[in-house]
């Protein structure tokens, strides 16, 4: 297997020539150090495309300013704000009812610590590990589609599931790299490892993939 620490310097060289600073940036990472927004983008993102929970996030925000305002808002109005990233009656509900317990069980804060923020609605391991990444700068494997298709494409890891993907990451990637790691894949899976026709003639990795020695293999 490729030693990991090259593969990570190797993506962050190829990020460096290939992807312009001005680069689209998930909503997730532009919230950085805001612990409620990071929590609440990531939410809007479920099951979506980045710039749908773009557009939702920035109407949510310019009526509600923060946590308190959240949980008092009036759900139809939430709705009405959210549509853009779809299934908006469900995470109406669900944004309203995590503000809520937030006031009531948090002070109004969101906790900094793994096991609570999955104890909350919604709130499933990608994304408490973004608001501890994002949120707080806490060392931690957001895997997300991006980085769950590169890992297995390139072959550390062998995985059905994020969830496992995670757990086979945090063996072996050094946590120095931690915080960088989902950045780095999100930005390298947007513009070179891309889902369809990745960019295999300018990646660097080729001759250590998985996937491609399978294409070449494969004659295709
Ligand atoms: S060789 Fe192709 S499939 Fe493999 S990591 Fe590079 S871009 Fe992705």
Redesign the pocket.
Known sequence: MMNVNILIREIRKMVKAYVPKNAYLKETHENRGNPFNVLISTILSQRTRDENTRKAVQKLFSVYKNVKEISEADEDIIQELIKPAGFYRIKARKIKEVSRILMEQYKGEVPSNLEQLLSLPSVGRKTANCVLVYGFSKAAIPVDTHVHR?TN??GIVHTKRPEQTESELMKIIDKRYWLEFNELFVR?GQR???PIK???D?????H?????KL?IKNGS
């Open positions: 590169i494409r390139i390298f070179v490892c891309r990745p960019r295999c300018i990646c660097s990795l080729k250590e993939c998985e996937w491609y294409i």
